[in-house]
Structures are given as C-alpha cells and as structure tokens.
C-alpha cells in the first residue's frame, strides 16, 4: 500500500494521486502546489490522504510541493483576471491571420513561463506566424494546442438537453466511450438530434446505465419478434426495460389487432439477441 492524494486542477476533470509532503494535513477543496511534468501547477485536494494499492499508482509519483499561500492564490487569481484579455488578443490575431481556427480557452502556467491557448479547427492550420505575433505582444512563451469538439465543450460548459450542466464540464472526469449500439440496447430514438449533445457527438450520457440494459436487454424479445403468451402466438411491439414487460399485439380474428402487457417471464421466446458485429464504436477525440 502507498499514501497517496487526490488531486484535481479544475472542475469536473480528472483526478491524479500525488504523494503528500510529510508532516502536511489536507483537507477538501484545500489548494496546492504541486509539480507536474510541465512545471509547477495549481490545484486542488479532491479527497485527503489514504492507502491504495500500489498498482493502482503510477511510479514515479509526483509530490505535493507545498500548501498554497497567500502569494500563491494571488498569483493564480492574477493570472485568471489575466485569461479574458488574452483571448480578446487572440482572437483579433487570428482573424488579422484570416486563420481558420476557433479560439476555445487560454490557460497561464503558474510559473510564468508561458500561455496556452486552446482552439479548434475543421483542418490542420499553420499558426506559426500567430505564434511570432502573440510572442511579441505578450512577452512570453507561446504555446497553441488544437482540441476536438468534445473538448470544446468540456472547456466552455453549457446546459445539456437534459437541463443540467454538460456532464464532460460538470462531473465527469474523462471522456467515455460512446456507440450508436448503446442508444439501440436502450430502445432510443436514433435521430441525431435526440442523442447528440451540444458538441454534436453522441451524448456521453448514452454509457452511464449500459451495463444494466445490455444485461436486461438479453432477457427480452427482439421488436417485431414472435412470441408464445398465455393466450396465444403474438408479435412483440415494445419492451419495458425498467419494468421487465413486454408489450404485444394479438390477432382478434376480426382483421384488428389487440394489444396486452406481459411481464417477461410470462412469454416464451427464443433467445438470440447477439451483439451486432458491424455496429463500430464512435471514435473518442
């Protein structure tokens, strides 16, 4: 077992362990210093001290430099003050460049040594000659880093169809991989429009109860199926994953149709609802 710390540097994202400075106490929420691979950062205790296993760590562990000052949370707090005319600079550049690009989020390394800022593009851009700009109006160390639409999102948040924060800005700390098969297991509309979120990629959301439906769903007839009831032959017309019912259709023999719910383990079926091979996966950004 080894101590370790959790670690987040902004909401909703991704947590990292960092060994603690002995003789330190963390709280929640405390800030910190610690170092990364790209220098000094910011950041938060996202749970206090505690033993995990040691292949849960990946060695070497970063440490915790220090608990933040005062001088150091005015320092951040400058440099967030900082990040709106930044991007106003930015983003008058690039269209002084007529460059493609959509400028998304600016960020100050904590020890002054350089800015990224974050973009996207439908297309590869050469943004050298931006670089060489905002070096010399800024004084600094220019980095640029393209994004995709998911990330975009993740930087900029919003409210999601379902009228909570997009789950990527709030409380999701990675991307999940997400398949238009997921959406079919759960007996969703396949319009675009419905299972998309506002980066235009299937919502992330789709992942969160698939276990439980993939499970469920191998209990249950296929749609548009034949199946043996208590009162005869019938055709399958919905299934009720929550309730474990199945809804179907019954010849009156007057040329209509009656319709009846049955709970699931009251029809006989044969079971064969195998995975679609040809159904791929939504590629991840």
Not at 13 to 19: D, N, Q
Not at 228 to 250: D, F, Y
Not at 255 to 282: A, H, L, M, S, T
């Amino acid at each position: 077992m080894i101590k370790v710390v959790g670690i987040k540097f902004k909401n909703g994202g991704k947590l990292y362990y960092f060994s603690p400075k002995s003789g330190d106490v963390y709280t929640r929420n405390m800030a910190v210093v610690v170092e990364t691979s790209r220098g000094l950062e910011y950041a938060w205790v996202a749970y206090p001290e505690k033993e995990v296993p040691d292949d849960e760590v990946v060695q070497p562990l970063k440490p915790i430099i220090r608990i933040a000052t005062q001088k150091d949370t005015e320092f951040y707090e400058s440099c967030q003050a900082k990040k709106p005319q930044a991007m106003q600079i930015c983003k008058e550049k690039i269209l002084a460049h007529g460059l493609e690009m959509k400028l998304v989020d600016c960020e100050y390394a904590f020890d002054g040594s350089k800015i990224v800022f974050f973009f996207t593009s439908a297309n590869r851009v050469d943004f050298r000659e931006l670089v060489k700009d905002l070096a010399s109006t800024f004084h600094n160390r220019i980095e640029l880093r393209q994004v995709g639409t998911r990330d975009e999102t993740k930087y900029l948040g919003g409210i999601a169809p379902c009228g909570r924060i997009c789950c990527c800005a709030g409380n999701m700390p990675e991307f999940k991989k997400v398949s238009v098969k997921m959406a079919k297991t759960q007996g969703l509309s396949l319009n675009p429009g419905k299972i998309s979120g506002l980066c235009g990629r299937l919502m992330c959301c789709l992942s969160y109860e698939n276990d439980y439906y993939a499970e469920v769903n191998k209990k249950m007839p296929k749609v548009g199926s034949e199946v043996q009831t208590p009162e005869g032959r019938a055709i399958v017309v919905t299934n009720n994953m929550l309730k474990l019912e199945v809804k179907v259709k019954m010849d009156d023999h007057n040329g209509g149709w009656i319709y009846k719910d049955y709970p699931v383990d009251f029809i006989r079926f044969k079971k064969n609802n195998q995975p679609d091979k040809n159904e791929e996966e939504e590629d991840e950004e």
